[in-house]
């Protein structure tokens, strides 16, 4: 059985930074491609960023150039870098594993922008 754990949220001043990890149990870490999603109170949810298996990875427009998503296939675990957060980075940050036709989430974690 897959399960994601995903630590490293919290509370930070605009500007501030954080990094996100996201850990797979259970399965072979390097089959999935991972992301990042997030739900704002009020909003749907979107996904933040994605990282293939190579390597490849893509990010949705407003945290390009801010937050960088990593993997690290030997430790089964993928990051969020977040750089020069603003309020409205404040969300609920999940991590998703995805292997067509299946798809997994972690619990997520509560990342807070504020003064």
């Known amino acids: 059985q897959v399960s994601l754990v995903e630590s490293g949220g919290g509370a930070v001043q605009p500007g501030g930074s954080l990094r996100l990890s996201c850990t797979l149990f259970?399965?072979?870490?390097?089959?999935?491609?991972m992301a990042w999603y997030r739900q704002a109170p009020g909003k749907q949810r979107e996904s933040v960023a994605t990282?293939?298996?190579?390597?490849?990875?893509n990010y949705t427009e407003s945290v390009k150039g801010r937050f960088t998503i990593s993997r690290d296939d030997l430790k089964s675990t993928v990051y969020l870098e977040m750089n020069s957060l603003d309020r409205e980075d404040t969300a609920v940050y999940c991590c998703?594993?995805?292997?067509?036709?299946?798809?997994?989430w972690g619990q997520g974690t509560q990342v807070t922008v504020s003064s």
């Open positions: 998703n594993a995805k292997f067509w036709p299946v798809s997994y």
């Open positions: 259970g399965g072979r870490f390097g089959i999935y491609t």
């Open positions: 990282i293939e298996p190579e390597g490849r990875s």
